[in-house]
Each structure stands twice: as structure tokens, then as C-alpha cells.
T-cell receptor
């Protein structure tokens, strides 16, 4: 069965410093992996998606993630944090069989300090 | 704006009551998914419909049911409501192919008093 672990429930960075949000997954299939962001009182917005085309995936707002099969990881990074990046981030694994269902990680809350 | 709409935005009701949440998918999307987000359980998959047919069930209670209509909109029915059903309910849609991006609506916040 698929599962997702987000190693930090809360990450706090200063504005202008790098962001690293960690994600490890478990999947019995070749997974599709996603990062979604949820701003307060808002829905979920797709940041980026990995589907085996390239291991380094670039997303919106300067975020990127690297798929490492040997480490079963899909960590999210950004070189320089902005105040508007403060939000909840979810790592997601999708079954690529008939069900196509998402399994969400528990989320990492990112705080950006001025 | 994802193109997925959900109504109502907020719903306050009492224990034992029944409510219906509505979702309209993005134009062209055949799959609709329902999720529940609560503080203690996080984001949990409830059910998936594709072109009117149920495709997969997740952690959906027997008191809950859903359907997808010929125009592809979907409704999630919650009955015999309990305090613990208070949560944010999201609908998402996709074209319906494996591994695809799901586009999420803004959610319906349900409060059961």
C-alpha cells in the first residue's frame, strides 16, 4: 500500500533563506508524486508533479523537487523564501493503477519570518 | 481558480441531520474525487467517480454516500451527522487517466453542532 511521510510537521525559515520540505514515500507501483500547497482558508493548489519523465521537477513560484528512487524521497526546495510562501504543504503519492487515488502526507506547515 | 466549484462554502447543522454537498468539475474532466480534511485525520480520500460510475472507495463511512450525475456534477450526502463529521470537504476533478493531476475546489466547511 502507498504511504507518505513528511518528516517535519513545522518548518520555520527567514525570508530570503532556502526552504527544504522533506517527503518520503512508499509505493508498490511506480508512483506519481505531487506537492500541493494550501494557504489559510483556501483550497489545494498544485505546485509540481513527478511522473518519471525527469527526476528534477520544476514547479510554480520557484519551487522544485527531486525524485530519488534509491532513497524513496521527493523533497521540495526553494532557493529563497518569500513571505507569501507561508502555508501548509502536502506531499502526495498517486496509485497509477485503476483507482488513481491520492494518498496525502500529514502536511508541513511553513512559516516565513521577516 | 482551479475551475472546480463547490457549494455551499459553509454549512452549519445539528447532530442527526442530513446535508448534501455539491461539486462541479472542470470542463472536460470525467473524474470526481471527494476528500475530508480534519485536524485529527488530515486529508483523507473518500470516494472516486468516473463518468457516472463509482470507481474506488476510501475511508468513507456508511452514513455517507455520493453520486455523479450525467452532467458530471457530483453530490456528497452526509446523514445522521455527528460532531466528529465537522470538517472541510474537498472535491477534486481530473480527466481520468492514471497518475494525473487532480484539481481541487475551494471546499465546503461543515460544522455540526
Amino acid at each position: 500500500a502507498q504511504s507518505v511521510t513528511q518528516l517535519d510537521s513545522h518548518v520555520s525559515v527567514s525570508e530570503g533563506t532556502p526552504v527544504l520540505l522533506r517527503c518520503n514515500y512508499s509505493s508498490s507501483y511506480s508512483p506519481s508524486l505531487f506537492w500541493y500547497v494550501q494557504h489559510p482558508n483556501k483550497g489545494l493548489q498544485l505546485l509540481l508533479k513527478y511522473t518519471s519523465a525527469a527526476t528534477l521537477v520544476k514547479g510554480i513560484n520557484g519551487f522544485e523537487a527531486e525524485f530519488k528512487k534509491s532513497e524513496t524521497s521527493f523533497h521540495l526546495t526553494k532557493p529563497s523564501a518569500h513571505m507569501s510562501d507561508a502555508a501548509e504543504y502536502f506531499c502526495v503519492v498517486s496509485r497509477d493503477n485503476y483507482g488513481q487515488n491520492f494518498v496525502f502526507g500529514p502536511g508541513t506547515r511553513l512559516s516565513v519570518l521577516p | 481558480d482551479s475551475g472546480v466549484t463547490q457549494t455551499p462554502k459553509h454549512l452549519i447543522t445539528a447532530t442527526g441531520q442530513r446535508v448534501t454537498l455539491r461539486c462541479s468539475p472542470r470542463s472536460g474532466d470525467l473524474s470526481v474525487y471527494w476528500y475530508q480534511q480534519s485536524l485529527d485525520q488530515g486529508l483523507q480520500f473518500l470516494i472516486h467517480y468516473y463518468n457516472g460510475e463509482e470507481r474506488a472507495k476510501g475511508n468513507i463511512l456508511e452514513r455517507f454516500s455520493a453520486q455523479q450525475f450525467p452532467d458530471l456534477h457530483s453530490e456528497l450526502n452526509l446523514s445522521s451527522l455527528e460532531l466528529g463529521d465537522s470538517a472541510l470537504y474537498f472535491c477534486a476533478s481530473s480527466v481520468g487517466q492514471p497518475g494525473e493531476t487532480q484539481y481541487f475546489g475551494p471546499g465546503t466547511r461543515l460544522l455540526v453542532l
